[in-house]
């Protein structure tokens, strides 16, 4: 499902004497480089489709709405319940999420001013007294495993993005629907699991509330 295909100066017909071109070496090695979870190692999480680009599906319209492009306005983030751990509802949750949208991709960030993709999901749980691991690869690790058929509002979904394993995270909102921080030159927004691009990525769920 997500393996590499190499094509090395010998074995690709289409690009013979590869090192006649040191610049195509150097963008390889670049490439490379980049295949990390989004906030494990400080790398961009790509190929993630853009609004408005081609490969970008378009996202159903949320139960929120979101401020308005230069505005400078965020929507207030409703207040979580009080109360113990268990009496967090995936759907207060959510709506917590939603506030968020539109809020700006940042490399490492897991505050108001930016997030990563798990940094995203450390916050929002946060809000609700979950305490959740910092990188994509040890929040896949916390809660119980869920079936795609029975994921409910609130459970964190992974995908296998950039390398083998989970390298992506984000959070279900309900019927096919998830929420979530995606690449440098995205924001917080809300995308379709069924999707071209992410269904064939889907690696499994995980639940902490309910």
Not at 60 to 65: G, L, V
Not at 152 to 160: C, E, K, N, P, V
Request: net charge positive.
């Amino acid at each position: 499902m997500y393996g590499t295909v190499a094509a090395t100066a010998d074995t690709n017909p289409v690009m013979p004497g590869l090192h006649r071109f040191p610049w195509l070496v150097i963008w390889a090695l670049a490439l490379a480089a980049g295949s990390a979870a989004c906030a494990s190692t400080g790398a961009v999480p790509k190929p993630f489709p853009m609004p408005g680009g081609a490969s970008a599906p378009a996202p159903e319209a949320p139960p929120a709405a979101a401020p308005a492009p230069g505005s400078g306005m965020r929507a207030p983030v409703p207040a979580p319940p009080r109360g113990a751990r268990s009496a967090v509802d995936g759907y207060a949750l959510v709506g917590t999420a939603i506030a968020l949208r539109g809020t700006p991709y940042r490399d490492g960030g897991s505050d108001l001013s930016g997030f990563d993709c798990s940094g995203f999901t450390q916050y929002v749980f946060a809000q609700y007294g979950v305490v959740l691991p910092r990188e994509v690869r040890d929040q896949f690790r916390v809660g119980k495993p869920v079936k795609p058929e029975d994921l409910a509002a609130g459970d964190m979904i992974f995908f296998t993005t950039t390398a083998p394993g989970p390298t992506h995270v984000a959070i279900a909102i309900g019927g096919d629907q998830f929420i979530h921080a995606p690449s440098s030159t995205g924001v917080v927004r809300i995308e379709r699991i069924g999707s071209g691009y992410w269904a064939p990525r889907y690696l499994g769920a995980r639940r902490l509330v309910n």
